[in-house]
């Protein structure tokens, strides 16, 4: 009967001081490291065992661990006075080494996210453009904001009105059927004379079946010059 043991994979040494120090349950701040280099050096006996290649990393962090446990047992005058104590060195390794896995975990996520997302390169829609068609003459959707704008703020259009009950609504489908209507009679209409009715809800409606109207090419949006009145009529 033959017994298989699985050992799991490390990226390096510090991957593997990591590894031993969370089983342990303590904090890297607190290793020791005569407990810390038995545990590592147990390792690398079973690596051994099993005929494994040892990269020459972990035998270099054996010989490191080995040497700074030969100084935490066996301290002289000399090493006493040092001004960088190897094990604090080995902790702060630790501690960065720490950060960075978490970091990679962390973009390793972001990415998985990331490959979720679909994106295509930008394309050239100049073939479809019809240089025949031009839907308003010399007026952007800017102009006509500002016009709508500057007719909300009209005094005139906003004076107190009186409140009534009523069950009458509004669609735009309703209001495109009534200003093809009303431009077919008068053939040209300004814009502001569109709004017979001093309610938030149609002036509303009526804005965006002017837009609707543009959009579908049924009507012409042009204006003389700045601050001229806009005049819409039938395409």
């Not at 017994?3 to 590894?19: K, Q, V």
């Not at 053939?187 to 959009?215: G, H, M, N, P, R």
């Amino acid at each position: 009967m033959s017994c298989s043991i699985s050992l799991p994979a490390f990226d390096g040494p510090l991957d593997l001081l990591l590894h031993l120090i969370k089983q342990s349950n303590i904090n890297i701040c607190d290793i020791e490291i005569v407990e810390i280099t038995r545990q590592y050096l147990e390792y690398i006996h079973k690596m051994e065992e099993m005929n494994l290649d040892i990269a020459s990393e972990y035998l270099v962090m054996a010989a490191e661990l080995i040497e700074i446990k030969s100084k935490v047992l066996l301290p002289t005058q000399e090493e006493e006075n040092e001004e960088e104590d190897p094990k604090e060195k080995l902790i702060q390794r630790l501690l960065e080494y720490e950060q960075y896995k978490e970091s990679t975990t962390t973009l390793r996520k972001l990415e998985i996210v990331r490959q979720e997302v679909k994106t295509k390169e930008p394309s050239d829609l100049l073939e479809f453009k019809d240089n025949n068609t031009v839907i308003n003459y010399g007026i952007t959707l800017d102009n006509l904001l500002d016009a709508f704008s500057k007719f909300l703020v009209n005094s005139e259009n906003i004076r107190p009105l009186n409140t009534r009950i009523t069950n009458k609504e509004y669609s735009v489908g309703k209001r495109c059927t009534e200003i093809r209507d009303i431009i077919h009679q008068k053939k040209k209409v300004k814009f502001q004379d569109l709004f017979d009715v001093f309610t938030k809800e149609y002036i509303v409606v009526t804005f965006l079946a002017i837009l609707s109207l543009s959009k579908k090419q049924e009507i012409k949006i042009e204006q003389s010059k700045n601050f001229d009145n806009i005049i819409i009529e039938a395409r």
